[in-house]
């Protein structure tokens, strides 16, 4: 029962406000878990971003110490081949005059 001073619906009207309060404090909450949401999505995507751009420079670093050691194992095997062409060109050189020497006498006989 009420006194005759409280209103009827007194009870009710506190239990309308504490649950409008618990709304209004559930929505604040909300509204800050999703501000932080929104950060961490920043940050990752930011992250991401970092990453990607290191990802290409390393990319980039190894391309270049690739082509590099490339150059240098093309510019050896050249060099070696050039070599080996210059020895086989004295001693084919070598074998000619040999053979030249060997065939001469042969061809220069005189005939009775």
Avoid: F
Wanted: aromatic letters at 0%.
């Amino acid at each position: 029962m009420t006194s005759p001073h409280e209103l009827p619906y007194a009870g009710a009207l506190d239990a309308v406000r504490r649950i409008e309060t618990a709304l209004t404090e559930r929505d604040a909450a909300r509204d800050g878990l999703d501000a932080e949401l929104n950060a961490a999505h920043m940050e990752a995507e930011r992250l991401l971003a970092a990453a990607r751009i290191a990802g290409r420079r390393a990319g980039e670093d190894r391309r270049i110490a690739i082509l590099t050691r490339a150059r240098a194992d093309a510019q050896a095997i050249r060099s070696g081949g050039e070599t080996e062409a210059r020895r086989l060109g004295i001693r084919m050189s070598e074998a000619r005059d040999v053979l030249a020497a060997e065939l001469l006498p042969l061809l220069l006989v005189e005939e009775p």
